[in-house]
Every structure is written in structure tokens, then in C-alpha cells.
């Protein structure tokens, strides 16, 4: 009983509870959440929320997962790579940020999870196998660099646009080095500092955090963050103002719409209900959409005009008596006026008022307090939107846990269930998003962090989600000077590791078309960046096609007697070859692509040698027969009896007997015909021939030494 409630409660075999193993456990949870709360808050931001939602994403998935996981030690959480993917997937959705962008992010987390789980319970974690292990690594080094790439505007302090070219997004950036922001490059360059020089002379000391401490104390020191307001009438440049206009009245429109939708969807469940369908109805359907429609373009054409707003930058001359501030475009302040010293940009524009920030970018305030649990807002052409990258999500996040679990696992000698994996990773999904989270996965540096702290159970990461627990209740407002900039170089310094070329040089070395797959999807990510799950959908397809190609031409070698008394190819020994009998060995399985390849093969060995009258395929290596097989051994048979030729097979497999005896081949074949290995069926075949002429050679046969002469005979 007790062994099949810890099936569906797999944390019951925490218990009973060592006092030892508690204290241990302890120590390392805490040691994990002082990496897990900084990360966390920069992958929020990486994935395109706001930070704080990393401590959403850091307290009740990591415990849950660690629940119904079967790894002691693997730490689940927000992770570089499944943020990216989260950011790519929702960035042509909705405003980075945005109350539409943070409510899709969480309905992207409850499908993950659903997908997850789903395979879970039907026990398909090997799904999973689709995604190679080149073309993991391909994405991975490709994905990692797109990740440092894009925080290089927030350590420079200049804005970064979103376009449907990654690239084009990069160049942008690049282009406004010379307004780089010093404090900002300043507070990113010392947290690099910092870090690094932990890690190499200080390695068991916690560098995340106390890069995060040292930078938030200096930022709330030094006044790091200036931010301001104004109005969009004091912008002195015609065509800003004319483009911060538009966007006002544009959203001032969307307003309108969504209500007169309100309104419209409420009158239309009135007449619904009283009077069920009617014409009146279907037109009000036919008008929701219609607004519908119209709202949707309105908010992209808002949204590119926010991209614009804030690439300007701006220096502000304040109000005198005689004249309200005024913002005029960098070098075009007037001669005669003096700006304040500051760099403004637009953060916001609502409804003719401005949130202008002029110094550098802080995390800002976190509420205080858990996030209310609610299920998530969701339509159907939001999920079916959202289907393909939940799937992506799925599969390449499950293989980073699972991957981080097993090499863990490797240390530890325990055991892993990749299906329990799967129902863990899928129910922390699922229950994350009922706690505004976003999609998380397995992260192999805390994962590291766990193992190395002496993690004895999943108990250290519970132990961990509530640290992260009184952070978000206590310690939020210390973090409100937190710099943007730090978190980038948190960002950039944890994906440094994932750049590893060697390990596509490796995969070229071990197999030319897995080195292809690598490179293809390496090249294909960076090319669909930001669309991230196109580049490793391309490189999967690929992988699977050269499987194809590499199956449809599997090896056969006609065999011959080796003086070392094997049967060898002949080819590559040089051997002679019996003039009576085709020995045939075909490695690979029988299947609907390599079929034709299979009956040309054996159609050109006979056409080689008109004179023998009898076939031995040594069929060992057949591992699989489908019923395209099954049809072309039966044809072959067929057309070599018509021809007076015996097919005889050898070291045939069970699952292969299996099929031959379900279709009735077999039969056909006759049983006469099958033999355990191919030394007894050369026996059967030369006590044939001999039969027919005495004075055959018996190449085939094993060699012995004889006392015929002492000459060397074949028996």
C-alpha cells in the first residue's frame, strides 16, 4: 500500500524525516535560494516581465516539482533558455511587459504543463528522443548567444527595438554605443567584476548575491534612478510629437472599442438567453468581431509606436516663470537655453502625460505579498496561437531537466524516472500558472549549487521556495534599486557556459550528418531569432531526415570464408566467393524506405552469379520488419523459386519471427528454410549440393586441417 501511494506521491519517501538530513537539506536550500532569487529575476526579465515575476516563478514550482520529480537534487525554475523561448514565442503577441504580454506568458505556462503532464501520464517521455542530442546542442550555443546579445542594450543604457529580425535588432543597438549611458555600463561592468572574481578565488561564497547587494547599496547611494513626467505638448520635435500623439489617441481608441465589446458581448448573452438564436444576435457576433478586429490592429500599430517612442532620447530644459519644460531631441537644444544634465527617454505614454527615465534603470517596486491564485484568462485562438511554441517549450525544457537529472543521477547512483519527471516538471507548470508564473525547467547551475551543498532529498528545494516565500512577503523593497544592469550581466555570465563549440566540432567528428544537423540548427536559430522555435523545428526535421537517408541504404556485404574461419565481406578481404551458393548479410532494419534498396541488393548479387541456385540472408542485424518489408521478402522469394533458386534466412529475431508468423510469411517461407545461425544452414545447403555434384567447392564451410595429403581441407 505504502509503495503505491509513493507512485502518486513520490515525496513520501522523504520519510521518516533524519534529523541530519534535515539540517543538511537546510543548508543547501539555503544556499540555492541566494542564487535562485537574483536569477530568477533576471530570467522574468530575459523572458520580456516584469522582475518580479521571477519570484512568482521561483517559490511554488521549485517545490512542486521537487514533490512529484523522482530527482533528488534537480532545481526547477525560471532557466535562461526556456525565458528566451518564452519572449520569442509571445513578443509578435503582445507589448513587451504589458498586461496582455504577462497574462499570455502565464497561459503559456498552464499548455506547457498540460503537455508535460499529459506525456507524463501516457508514459511518452520518449518523445523527447525527436530532439537529438546535436541538435540540442546547436540550438543551446545559438540560443545562448542570442541571450548575451540581447542585454547588451541594458548594459549600455540605450533602448533595443523588436522587429521580426533579431539581427536587425542587435544593429540597432550597436549603432548607439556612442550614447552609452556610463553609470548603467558602470553598474554592469562591476557586477561582471565581481562575479567573476568570486567564482575564481572565492568560489563558495554566493557571487550572484552579493553582486546584487554591493550594486542595489551603491545605486540607492549614488542616486542611480531619475525618473520624471510631462506631458506630450512639451516634446519639441514636430514629428515625436505628432508619432506620441497618435499613440494617445490610439489608445484612447482601444478604450472605446473594449467597451462598446463589453457592451455588445453583455446585450448579446441577454438575447441569447431570453430568445436564443436570431438574426439580431448573429449580427451583434458579426459587429464583436469586426471590433475585435480592429482592436487588434490597433494595439500592433501601438506597439511599434512605443518601439519608436523609445529609441528617442531627449534633453530637457526645465520651466522657467515665463515658460513650461521642454524636451528637445539630443544636440538640438537651442542656443541660449541650458538642459538639466540629464538623458530622458519616453518609458510610457498614457493619454497625453508622460513617464519620462533619466537616469539608469532600477527593477522599480515589487508588490509585497503572494500573487493571487486564479486560472489563467485563455481563448481558443490565443491557445491554437500559442499551441507550437507550448510544444517547443515542452519538449526542450523536459530535456534540459531531464538531461541535468541524469547527470546528477550519474554521482549519485540514483535512480531516474523520466516519466515522473515529466508529471513533476508538467504539475509545477500547471500549478505555477495558477501563481502567475511563467514556463520554467530544470537549471543545471542551481541544480549544481544543490548537488555540491550535499542536497540529500527534494526537501532542500522546498527549503528554497520558502526563502523565496518571506522574500516576496518581507524583503521586496529592498530590491527596488536593484539595477538593470546587473541582472544582464547575471544573465550574460550564466549563459557564458552554454557557449560550446566543441561539442558541435565533436558531433562532426563522431558522425558528418549529426555535425550538419548541429550546424543547421546552430545557423537556423540565429537566422529566425526571435522566433527561436522555427530554428530547432528546422533542425529536428533535419536530424530526422538524414535518420532516413542514413536507414534507406543500410550496409549489406556478400560473404566469404576468412582463413581466421569467419564470414567476412568480400570485398574488404578479398576473398573468393562460392560459385553455388550467395551468402548475404543485410544490416538494418526492413522497412517501407530501404525496401527497394533491400530487393535491388539481393536481385543484383544473384544477377552476379547466374550459377548458384541457392540465397543464405544472414539476417542477425534485422532488428525490425514493417509490412512493407514483409511484402518485398515475400515478392523476392516468389521471383527467386520462379528461377529455381532456395531463399534461406538465418538468425532471424523474434520480433522479426513474430511479424512473418502474423502475416502469414512464414508459412510461405516454410520453416525449412529458417535456421539459428548461418554455420547450420552452409551444413543443410552443401549437403544439397553435394547431392548434385559431389566434386563442389566448399568455400563456405568452416576450415579444419586434414591428413588428406596434409593439405589444408575444407570440411
Not at 55 to 71: C, K, R, T, V
Not at 241 to 248: H, N, P, T, V
Not at 359 to 368: A, H, K, M, Q, R
Amino acid at each position: 500500500m505504502t509503495n503505491r501511494l509513493a507512485r502518486f506521491l513520490p515525496f513520501l519517501s522523504w520519510w521518516p524525516l533524519n534529523g541530519s538530513n534535515v539540517r543538511t537539506d537546510l543548508i543547501a536550500g539555503i544556499t540555492v535560494a541566494l542564487v535562485l532569487i537574483p536569477q530568477s529575476m533576471a530570467y522574468a526579465q530575459l523572458a520580456g516581465l516584469p522582475a518580479y515575476y521571477g519570484l512568482y516563478a521561483a517559490f511554488l514550482p521549485g517545490i512542486i516539482a521537487a514533490m512529484w520529480g523522482s530527482s533528488a537534487q534537480l532545481a526547477t525554475g525560471p532557466v535562461a533558455v526556456v525565458s528566451l523561448l518564452t519572449a520569442s514565442a509571445l513578443a509578435p503577441l503582445a507589448a513587451t511587459a504589458s498586461e496582455q504580454f504577462v497574462a499570455l506568458a502565464i497561459l503559456l505556462a498552464l499548455m506547457v504543463g498540460v503537455i508535460q503532464l499529459s506525456l507524463g501520464v501516457f508514459k511518452l517521455g520518449v518523445v523527447v528522443n525527436f530532439l537529438s542530442h546535436p541538435v540540442i546542442v546547436g540550438f543551446t550555443n545559438a540560443a545562448a548567444i542570442i541571450i548575451g546579445l540581447s542585454q547588451l542594450n541594458k548594459l549600455f543604457g540605450v533602448s533595443m527595438g523588436r522587429s521580426e529580425h533579431f539581427i536587425n535588432d542587435i544593429w540597432g543597438v550597436l549603432q548607439q554605443i556612442g550614447e552609452t549611458h556610463m553609470p548603467t555600463l558602470f553598474m554592469g561592468v562591476s557586477a561582471f567584476a565581481i562575479m567573476w572574481l568570486l567564482k575564481k578565488y572565492a568560489p563558495k561564497l554566493p557571487g550572484v548575491l552579493i553582486a546584487v547587494a554591493v550594486t542595489t547599496v551603491v545605486s540607492y547611494g549614488i542616486g542611480f534612478e531619475h525618473n520624471g513626467k510631462g506631458s506630450i505638448d512639451q516634446i519639441a520635435d514636430a514629428g515625436v510629437r505628432a508619432l506620441a500623439d497618435e499613440f494617445s489617441r490610439t489608445e484612447i481608441r482601444i478604450e472605446e472599442l473594449n467597451a462598446s465589446i463589453a457592451a455588445k458581448s453583455a446585450e448579446l448573452k441577454h438575447i441569447e438567453k431570453e430568445q436564443g438564436g436570431t438574426q439580431h444576435g448573429a449580427a451583434l457576433r458579426y459587429e464583436t468581431e469586426l471590433l475585435r478586429l480592429e482592436v487588434k490592429d490597433k494595439e500592433n500599430e501601438n506597439r511599434k509606436a512605443a518601439r519608436s517612442l523609445r529609441k528617442f532620447i531627449f534633453e530637457q530644459v526645465p520651466a522657467t516663470q515665463t515658460q513650461a519644460a521642454k524636451l528637445y531631441l539630443t544636440g538640438q537644444v537651442p542656443p541660449g537655453e541650458t538642459s538639466d544634465g540629464y538623458r530622458w527617454h519616453i518609458r510610457r505614454v498614457s493619454k497625453g502625460d508622460l513617464k519620462l527615465v533619466g537616469g539608469g534603470e532600477v527593477v522599480g517596486s515589487i508588490p509585497s505579498g503572494l500573487p493571487d491564485v486564479s486560472l489563467p484568462k485563455m481563448s481558443w485562438e490565443t491557445i491554437m496561437a500559442l499551441l507550437s511554441s507550448a510544444l517547443v517549450i515542452s519538449l526542450v525544457g523536459f530535456m534540459e531537466a531531464i538531461s541535468i537529472a541524469k547527470a546528477m543521477a550519474a554521482k549519485t547512483r540514483q535512480r531516474i524516472d523520466p516519466n515522473q519527471e515529466l508529471l513533476g516538471q508538467g504539475i509545477s507548470n500547471i500549478v505555477g500558472s495558477l501563481s502567475h508564473a511563467f514556463p520554467v525547467s530544470g537549471s543545471f547551475s542551481r541544480s549544481a549549487v544543490n548537488l555540491n551543498a550535499g542536497a540529500v532529498s527534494g526537501l532542500s528545494n522546498v527549503f528554497a521556495g520558502l526563502i523565496v516565500l518571506l522574500t516576496l512577503l518581507f524583503l521586496t523593497p529592498l530590491l527596488y534599486h536593484l539595477p538593470q544592469a546587473v541582472l544582464a550581466a547575471v544573465i550574460m555570465m550564466a549563459v557564458i557556459g552554454l557557449v560550446n563549440f566543441k561539442a558541435i566540432a565533436h558531433a562532426w567528428h563522431t558522425h558528418k550528418h549529426d555535425g550538419v544537423a548541429a550546424m543547421v540548427t546552430f545557423v537556423a536559430t540565429l537566422a529566425f531569432a526571435p522566433h527561436l522555435d522555427n530554428g530547432i523545428m528546422v533542425g529536428a526535421g533535419l536530424a530526422i531526415i538524414l535518420y532516413l537517408y542514413r536507414t534507406m541504404k543500410p550496409r549489406v556485404a556478400i560473404l566469404g570464408r576468412h582463413p581466421d574461419g569467419h564470414l567476412r565481406d568480400v570485398k574488404v578481404h578479398n576473398l573468393p566467393v562460392s560459385e553455388n551458393i550467395i551468402a548475404m548479410r543485410y544490416d538494418g532494419s526492413l522497412y517501407f524506405a530501404n525496401v527497394p534498396y533491400f530487393e535491388d541488393t539481393v536481385l543484383e548479387a544473384v544477377a552476379n552469379n547466374p550459377q548458384a541456385k541457392f540465397l543464405l540472408i544472414v539476417a542477425d542485424g534485422i532488428n525490425q520488419l514493417d509490412a512493407s518489408g514483409d511484402e518485398v521478402i515475400h515478392h523476392v522469394v516468389e521471383r527467386l523459386r520462379s528461377g529455381g533458386i532456395r531463399v534461406v534466412f538465418s538468425g532471424l529475431k523474434k520480433q522479426v519471427l513474430d511479424v512473418m508468423r502474423h502475416s502469414g510469411l512464414l508459412k510461405y517461407i516454410g520453416e525449412e528454410n529458417l535456421f539459428m545461425d548461418e554455420e547450420r544452414a552452409l551444413e543443410e545447403i552443401y549437403a544439397e549440393v553435394l547431392k548434385v555434384k559431389p566434386d563442389a567447392k566448399r568455400r563456405l564451410m568452416k576450415p579444419s586441417v586434414g591428413t588428406n595429403d596434409g593439405v589444408r581441407v575444407w570440411l
